[in-house]
């Protein structure tokens, strides 16, 4: 069976205070199981700024192409709220610039031996064995996931 994969990219996003307005949401969140009808009507104002955004002088957006995190969450399409003043840490998933190319994979640490592993079942990603014969860089850990479910 022969896939055609469209070739990963990344698109990179400053952040603006002014993008990221207060919206309405419901204070004690949504029941996966049965709804409580005493919760109805119970709200807070959420800033979503304050919420996704701990460093904002050091966090960008990304949207991620491709279909290599799809066991970790991430499709093509989505959005990647990116944190560039956390050091990277084992199992993070970061994105890296390796040979001039920007990834988003799963940051695996070794006893000091780093490697960067995408998570799908479609493709064929093996492993990046970071060593120093390549260019590499992290430039930041991913701590959101924003996508879309249409």
């Not at 022969?2 to 996003?13: A, G, M, Q, R, T």
């Amino acid at each position: 069976m022969d896939l055609k994969l469209k070739k990963e990219e990344l698109h990179f996003y400053s952040l603006n205070d002014d993008n990221l307005k207060k919206i309405h949401v419901y204070e004690t969140g949504v029941s996966a199981g049965f709804p409580s009808p005493a919760d109805d009507y119970l709200d807070v104002d959420l800033n979503l700024h304050k919420y996704l955004v701990k460093h904002p002088a050091a966090t960008f957006f990304i949207i991620a192409k491709g279909h290599s995190m799809e066991k970790a969450g991430i499709g093509d399409e989505d959005l990647l709220v990116v944190d560039k003043s956390l050091e990277a840490k084992n199992n993070d998933i970061v994105i890296a610039s390796v040979n001039g190319e920007f990834t988003v994979k799963r940051y695996i640490n070794i006893n000091g031996k780093i490697l960067l592993r995408a998570e799908t079942e479609i493709g064929n990603y093996p492993d990046i064995n970071i060593n120093e014969s390549l260019d590499f860089e992290i430039w930041g850990v991913v701590t959101h996931t924003i996508h879309n479910h249409r």
